[in-house]
């Protein structure tokens, strides 16, 4: 089975920096995924892990570690317009058409 | 705009009624997906047509009906709902190779059951 843990709500200050992390247990693995959705919009891919390691995209960063099912997304530098939900993804592997397991997302409010 | 067109954006229904939401993706991708989204819950996969055959229904009851008659476009009917069926309805499509291949999301149905 798939199961996808991430905090429901964040609360952040303008220019502060706030990490959004999140577990997975699923089987088998071949990709984590981080999106934003804004309310009432659709969700926007912000990054991709399929290795262990960092990826960084300008203000967001992307963490993986496969071994303890752990990702994080950091954001810098925090702008009023990143309020919004941010929701971990799991690709398990072997699945043909990309199926994608979300959490249950995380409320992020940035606050002046 | 992601390339992924919803329609319509807002449908109010009733239980005995017939309707269709449509979506079209402009990316030339070869797989598309429905997904439900209710409040307080996690983005649940529905359907997903991949090269234009069905490959997961996920135990979705049969009120809801997927046609995906080509690679651009996908339809869910709908019928004879019941009031837990209101949530928003996401397309999405991706592409089935590459190294991310992540999914495109259209802006949603928000759908209503009265």
């Known amino acids: 089975g798939q199961n996808i843990d991430q905090p429901t709500e964040m609360t952040a200050t303008e220019g502060a920096i706030v990490q959004i992390n999140c577990t997975y247990q699923t089987s088998g693995f071949n990709g984590l995924f981080w999106y934003q959705q804004h309310a009432g919009e659709a969700p926007t891919f912000l990054s991709y892990?399929?290795?262990?390691g960092l990826e960084e995209k300008g203000r967001f960063s992307s963490f993986l570690s496969r071994s303890k099912g752990y990702s994080y997304l950091l954001l810098k530098e925090l702008q009023m317009k990143d309020s919004a939900s941010y929701l971990c993804a799991v690709r398990p592997s072997g699945n043909a058409g990309n199926m994608l397991t979300f959490g249950g997302g995380t409320r992020l409010m940035v606050k002046p | 705009e992601t390339g992924v067109t919803q329609t319509p954006r807002h449908l109010v229904m009733g239980m005995t009624n017939k309707k269709s939401l449509k979506c079209e993706q402009h990316?030339?991708?070869?797989?598309m997906y429905w997904y439900k989204q209710s409040a307080k819950k996690p983005l649940e996969l529905m359907f997903v047509?991949?090269?234009?055959?069905?490959?997961e229904n996920n135990s979705v009851p049969s009120r809801f009906s997927p046609e995906c008659p080509n690679s651009s476009h996908l339809f869910l009917h709908l019928h004879t709902l019941q009031p837990e069926d209101s949530a928003l309805y996401l397309c999405?499509?991706?592409?089935?190779?590459?190294?991310?291949?992540?999914?495109?999301f259209g802006q949603g149905t928000r759908l209503t059951v009265v």
């Open positions: 990316l030339g991708h070869n797989a």
């Open positions: 047509y991949s090269l234009e055959e069905r490959v």
């Open positions: 892990n399929v290795l262990d």
């Open positions: 999405a499509s991706s592409q089935t190779t590459g190294p991310a291949a992540e999914a495109f």
